[in-house]
């Protein structure tokens, strides 16, 4: 069954973030040794806006032998400076990188917003100021590492590759590149092929910022050019974020390797609404846990547990929220929901929706009118879910919400660990104590009290079973850069 909610999205004037003063060449080469090279063999192909479907810029794809020189320019700038380098002297680097990074937020903020479809408001408040507060938090730990890590020796790993997602791509660059370049390694890292546009910018600033020549390398394209840096003799360190299927095969590929590695996985997360809870509040928050960013999070609260004295009301108070949200252009300041970001992936939310349907589960679509360029999804809601669904089980990664109910607390703690994920939940509650008491039974790494999807360099991030190993973050996210 399908149903529409009656009320009309509000009308608000539009209000575009000017692209006036944003500065994107045609082509990009790769960013190695320093300097931007083209591919001796690789072929271009088109970064596109996913709100529009129009070319923003052409990206190179790396061949093995583009990784190959990239790396060998990592290891060469490993050996020679940036291991020989004091930890106050690397902190100034990345102090440099953290102030342009501010100084171009904007710019920074207007490219993320056209190349990935996430609205303006999130690329401008969230994703680029904390992408340049990682790297001041970084800068800060460079020369304290014998704080960090007290009475031990401690050794850069050397060569660390690292592969990100389309999903936040400056700032997964951050979470990246500023924790091992404090602990002192070079750096080859992958960009997603939708989203590359702000980390090959990030080149820029690293160039601006005076960085070695090699120290960081950013080399563009699809997946086996990720699977060429994983594969690579002389990269020392895999830290990875992206689908459960590619961690499985970055696993399997560095067994019995020397390599360390982390691995940002997929996720299912419970977001838990109690009866006691402010409930206006929860709705926003259920909101911000599955719409932010069109769902396209990893620790989203894409599995919602109402208590069931409230269900009525919050699947109201849910459902008129819902009907004011603004799908739309992500430059428009007003947008709520922004473009998915690729075709395929809307693809696999399409077929999520459909497997939901077919389950036998209730939806409700909002009625906002879509644009007919690009890809788009509105908001949509399942009720009447069962822990045997597959869309309560599996992640969608998109605007799709599976609502559930419970009674008693045992009841949702073990409704919501029954995943293979554990890296994200949600209370919302008046109880100190309940709070405390689920927090510590609830398998998941980052678990918010009556808020939802909020982060901070200060903070360690990461997940447990399926949802992968390592932390990112705080200075737990020091330690997977390091050997002792
Ligand atoms: P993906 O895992 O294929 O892409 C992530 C990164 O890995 C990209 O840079 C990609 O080029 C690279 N990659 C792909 N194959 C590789 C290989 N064999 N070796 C090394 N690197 C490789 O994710 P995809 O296909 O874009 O999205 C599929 C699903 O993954 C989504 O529907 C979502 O459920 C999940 N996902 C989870 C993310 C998270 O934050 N945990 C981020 C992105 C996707
Ligand atoms: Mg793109």
């Not at 696999?348 to 879509?370: F, N, P, R, S, T």
């Not at 605007?399 to 029954?418: G, Y």
């Amino acid at each position: 069954m399908t149903k529409k909610s009656k009320k009309k999205t509000w009308d608000l004037v539009p209000a575009p973030e000017s692209t006036s003063h944003v500065n994107i060449q045609s082509e990009y080469g790769l960013f190695i040794n320093g300097k931007f090279q083209k591919s001796k063999k690789g072929k271009m192909y088109d970064t596109i806006n996913p709100a529009n479907e129009k070319k923003i810029a052409k990206i190179t794809e790396a061949t093995k032998a583009d990784v190959d020189t990239a790396v060998l320019a990592a290891k060469k700038a490993y050996d020679n400076v940036w291991s020989k380098m004091t930890g106050a002297e690397r902190g100034k680097y990345i102090y440099r990188i953290a102030r342009i990074l501010q100084e171009r937020a904007r710019e920074f903020a207007v490219i993320e917003s056209m190349d990935g479809g996430k609205p303006i408001r999130e690329s401008r408040d969230i994703d680029i100021p904390l992408a340049a507060n990682h790297f001041f938090y970084y800068a800060g730990w460079a020369d304290k590492l014998d704080y960090a890590f007290p009475n031990q020796k401690i050794k850069p790993h050397g060569v660390a590759g690292q592969i990100t997602p389309w999903n936040f791509p400056l700032l997964m660059a951050a979470w990246k590149i500023a924790p091992a370049l404090a602990t002192g390694n070079t750096i080859v890292l992958k960009p997603a092929e939708t989203t590359s546009l702000t980390t090959l910018l990030l080149a820029e600033v690293i160039q601006e910022a005076g960085l070695p020549p090699g120290v960081v390398n950013i080399v563009t394209g699809h997946g086996p050019v990720g699977a060429h840096i994983v594969n690579h003799a002389k990269v020392n360190k895999i830290a990875f974020t992206g689908s459960t299927g590619v961690g499985k095969y970055i696993h399997n590929a560095l067994a019995g390797t020397d390599k360390s590695m982390t691995l940002e996985l997929g996720g299912k997360g419970a977001n838990i609404i109690f009866e006691d809870a402010a409930i206006d509040q929860a709705v926003e928050g259920i909101v911000n846990g599955i719409f932010f960013n069109q769902g396209h999070v990893c620790c989203a609260g894409s599995r919602l547990f109402v208590q069931e004295s409230i269900q009525k009301e919050v699947l109201k108070k849910l459902k008129h929220r819902i009907s004011t949200l603004i799908v739309g252009d992500p430059l428009d300041k007003n947008t709520d929901i922004g473009a998915i970001n690729s075709n395929k992936q809307l693809k696999v939310i399409k077929d999520y929706v459909k497997i939901g349907q077919k389950e036998g589960a209730d939806m409700y679509v909002g009625e906002q009118v879509l644009p007919k360029k690009g890809f788009w999804c509105a908001p949509t809601l399942f009720t009447n879910v069962s822990q045997s669904h597959i869309i309560s089980k599996e992640e969608i990664f998109g605007p799709v919400l599976a609502i559930q109910s419970f009674r008693t607390v045992a009841e949702v703690i073990k409704k919501a660990n029954n995943t293979p994920y554990g890296l994200s939940a949600g209370i919302w509650t008046d109880k100190g104590s309940k709070l405390f008491n689920m927090s510590s039974q609830l398998k998941a790494g980052v678990i918010w009290g009556n808020t939802f999807n909020k982060f901070d360099p200060g903070s360690p991030f990461g997940g447990y079973k399926e949802s992968g190993f390592g932390r990112e973050g705080g200075m737990h996210g020091l330690a997977d850069y390091i050997k002792t």
